[in-house]
């Protein structure tokens, strides 16, 4: 069947209206979407994902004029929500967002899907790891930090920020391999998340936290925590004093938590087209910068292919950091 744009099947639909003639491909192709769309979120109510498809979701709705509701499908470590995304029926009406667990899922043996089972659509977001260090630490920058761990015993100092074998404890390993030490010379204390994490942090429980400094914001601002360096290739402009390990080791590693917009495979190239264009809307747009900004949440956006291939150098990358961390499993 003849692929059309939105645009183009509208103005064919009033040419033809006025000599009373609609060409056969035209029949065949239904306007999209003309009725709610499901937005799946792997993530729970009230998070960053959580918060960040939310926006988009309105952003759309007022775009495209139907429904784009938010259903939090949970569990299994991310795995629950990206299968109801890949299952979903592959005619626009089941999105959802795909974060960087599906690097990582199969690699763990939780599920064998990867990011190949999507039709990607958008990059919208991705917040690089930090390193954040209690208020008082006598680590003033992330090099005196690098220094007291090549200094200290195997296992002596202690990190947290997530489960065992999730994206912050990746973070670690990565720097640790970066410095040509052994993935678990700092030995990994796993959490139920970075918030109680950098509460540890805090109290004394652990030397360091790796994750993202917006989610470190609320204790960054409260003055009871200090963040030395991200995982990036540039600084965040919204913590624009903290360095990158790239300019400070000279560590060239990137590791985060990024999410974006996508379907089941096998979206119609019309449905595809059109979230593509309004997504670029949602990324441009006042209201979106206003947002994430205000959150602190890094913007970062990639069309479609783009999107498939930064999934996929995402996939390698964690396969060799989790391997490396020795947790890495066959589905």
Same mark, same amino acid.
């Given at each position: /069947?003849?692929?059309?744009?939105?645009?183009?099947?509208?103005?064919?639909?009033?040419?033809?209206?006025?000599?009373?003639?609609?060409?056969?491909?035209?029949?065949?192709?239904?306007?999209?979407?003309?009725?709610? =769309?499901?937005?799946?979120?792997?993530?729970?109510?009230?998070?960053?994902?959580?918060?960040?498809?939310?926006?988009?979701?309105?952003?759309?709705?007022? $775009?495209? &004029?139907?429904?784009?509701?938010?259903?939090?499908?949970?569990?299994?470590?991310? =795995?629950?929500? *990206?299968?109801?995304?890949?299952?979903?029926?592959?005619?626009?009406?089941?999105? &959802?967002?795909?974060?960087?667990?599906?690097?990582?899922? *199969?690699?763990?043996?939780?599920? #064998?899907?990867?990011?190949?089972? !999507?039709?990607?659509?958008?990059?919208? @977001? $991705?917040?690089?790891?930090?390193?954040?260090?209690?208020?008082?630490?006598?680590?003033?920058?992330?090099?005196?930090?690098?220094?007291?761990? #090549?200094?200290?015993? *195997?296992?002596?100092? %202690?990190?947290?920020?997530? &489960?065992?074998?999730?994206?912050? *404890?990746?973070?670690?390993?990565?720097?640790?391999?970066?410095? %040509?030490?052994?993935?678990?010379? =700092?030995?990994?204390?796993?959490? @139920?998340?970075?918030?109680?994490?950098?509460?540890?942090?805090?109290?004394?429980?652990?030397?360091?936290?790796?994750?993202?400094?917006?989610?470190?914001?609320? /204790?960054?601002?409260?003055?009871?925590?200090? $963040?030395?360096?991200? /995982?990036?290739?540039?600084?965040?402009?919204?913590?624009?004093?903290?360095?990158?390990? +790239?300019?400070?080791?000279?560590?060239?590693?990137?590791?985060?938590?990024?999410?974006?917009?996508?379907?089941? #495979?096998?979206?119609?190239?019309?449905?595809?087209?059109?979230?593509?264009?309004?997504?670029?809307? =949602? !990324?441009?747009?006042?209201?979106?910068?206003?947002?994430? @900004?205000?959150?602190?949440?890094?913007?970062? !956006?990639?069309? &479609?292919?783009?999107?498939?291939? !930064? /999934?996929?150098? $995402?996939? +390698?990358?964690?396969?060799?950091?989790?391997?490396?961390?020795?947790?890495?499993?066959?589905?």
């Amino acid at each position: /069947m003849t692929t059309i744009s939105r645009r183009t099947l509208l103005q064919g639909a009033a040419a033809a209206g006025a000599t009373g003639l609609i060409a056969g491909p035209a029949i065949g192709q239904a306007k999209w979407p003309t009725r709610p =769309v499901q937005l799946v979120c792997p993530w729970g109510a009230g998070g960053g994902t959580d918060a960040i498809v939310r926006i988009i979701a309105a952003l759309l709705e007022k $775009s495209l &004029g139907q429904p784009f509701n938010v259903v939090n499908r949970t569990g299994g470590s991310g =795995v629950v929500g *990206h299968s109801a995304i890949a299952t979903g029926a592959p005619d626009g009406y089941t999105l &959802g967002i795909i974060t960087s667990e599906i690097a990582m899922m *199969h690699h763990q043996g939780l599920t #064998k899907l990867t990011y190949q089972d !999507y039709t990607p659509l958008a990059l919208m @977001n $991705s917040d690089p790891s930090g390193v954040q260090v209690k208020a008082d630490s006598p680590y003033k920058t992330i090099n005196d930090l690098a220094e007291a761990i #090549k200094a200290a015993p *195997h296992g002596k100092l %202690k990190a947290s920020g997530t &489960g065992q074998g999730g994206i912050w *404890h990746l973070a670690l390993i990565g720097w640790m391999l970066g410095m %040509k030490l052994k993935p678990d010379h =700092v030995s990994w204390a796993p959490s @139920n998340g970075a918030a109680p994490a950098m509460q540890d942090l805090a109290a004394g429980g652990i030397d360091m936290v790796t994750c993202s400094v917006p989610e470190a914001r609320a /204790m960054l601002d409260a003055g009871r925590a200090r $963040s030395l360096a991200i /995982m990036a290739a540039e600084r965040n402009p919204q913590f624009k004093d903290v360095p990158t390990m +790239k300019e400070t080791l000279g560590i060239d590693f990137e590791v985060g938590s990024w999410r974006g917009i996508g379907g089941p #495979k096998g979206l119609p190239d019309n449905v595809s087209k059109i979230m593509r264009e309004e997504l670029k809307k =949602v !990324y441009d747009s006042k209201e979106y910068k206003d947002f994430m @900004n205000g959150r602190g949440f890094a913007m970062i !956006y990639a069309d &479609g292919p783009d999107f498939g291939t !930064y /999934m996929g150098t $995402s996939d +390698k990358s964690m396969g060799v950091a989790l391997t490396a961390g020795g947790l890495a499993k066959k589905a």
